[in-house]
């Protein structure tokens, strides 16, 4: 970003190369006609910005992520909804750009133990990797999240186990699902997970203990804290994190509106002012109206 005082700089030099001595009121057909000319100086350019259309609603380009599931299976979980967090899980894979160079996934299955499931290195296929999610079978017992989530920093968050050092700058994340209350201590693991550099997502379900879900999560906590009712609906989670971990990829061209360029074209509407007012279409003044025309037209631009 360019100082302030240079931009102050660039001002001033389009204000003394439009130092131009015109003035129109509001609905003069002589502001129309300058505005008009404004208008058709702004449907000659490019566009700005366009979108890439051959993108599909399946399938985002996320950002790169080592990205760590860390679900809970407890006996609180039935079967049923344990399939439901399975699906949530394929779900979320299907709109992650998976590869060994993209995003990588992991999960991590707990109750009173700790299971993990595959990985970051394991799967560099979104087939392969959901084929291992339908494997996945529910642990029963106990709730120890704090467990759960020291492990993964200890077993799934490292090189040896596929994430990426620090250097490469590639965002690690975790997405903890639990409906219960942690039977051991989360605060001070997740601190500990959250000043590594883990950006950590807390998901409750039903009975979730929503104090404890806080003590997880990153903050802004608003943006990092979820909760439904019930497994059913977790699925309906997946447009959020679409939102949170996916891109949308535009083609940016380049706007050539820099301050040189805005002098040159200012050149060019003041010569095009003075043809108008040389043909007696605009009137000549002089004093403290002399830079109407201008603001007129370059709110346009």
Request: proline share 4%; charged share 25%; aromatic share 6%.
């Amino acid at each position: 970003m360019k100082p302030l005082w240079s931009l102050l700089y660039c001002a001033a030099l389009l204000v003394s190369d439009t130092m131009a001595t015109y003035h129109l009121s509001p609905g003069d057909p002589q502001l129309m006609a300058a505005q008009s000319y404004a208008q058709s100086r702004i449907n000659r350019q490019q566009p700005i910005r366009t979108l890439n259309p051959a993108k599909t609603d399946a399938q985002c380009r996320s950002r790169p992520l080592d990205l760590v599931f860390i679900i809970d299976s407890s006996r609180s979980v039935r079967p049923g909804e344990f399939e439901k967090v399975k699906i949530f899980l394929a779900d979320m894979v299907d709109t992650l750009d998976v590869g060994s160079d993209a995003t990588r996934v992991a999960v991590v299955n707990y109750a009173s133990t700790v299971k993990i499931e595959f990985l970051l290195k394991d799967h560099s296929s979104i087939l392969d990797m959901k084929k291992a999610i339908s494997r996945i079978e529910p642990l029963a017992a106990g709730t120890m999240t704090g467990l759960a989530i020291k492990t993964a920093m200890n077993e799934a968050f490292t090189e040896q186990s596929g994430a990426r050092p620090r250097s490469k700058n590639i965002s690690k994340v975790a997405i903890i699902v639990t409906d219960g209350r942690p039977q051991d201590q989360v605060e001070e693991v997740s601190a500990a997970a959250r000043a590594a550099g883990v950006e950590i997502y807390a998901v409750g379900v039903d009975r979730a203990d929503m104090r404890s879900l806080q003590q997880m999560a990153s903050l802004p906590l608003e943006d990092h804290v979820f909760y439904v009712e019930t497994y059913g609906v977790i699925e309906k989670l997946t447009s959020k994190f679409r939102e949170t971990l996916c891109e949308v990829k535009a083609e940016v061209m380049v706007d050539p509106c820099k301050c040189e360029a805005r002098l040159a074209f200012q050149k060019q509407t003041q010569t095009a002012i003075q043809q108008l007012t040389t043909k007696h279409i605009l009137p000549v003044v002089s004093g403290g109206e002399e830079f109407m025309v201008f603001r007129h037209v370059s709110r346009h631009l």
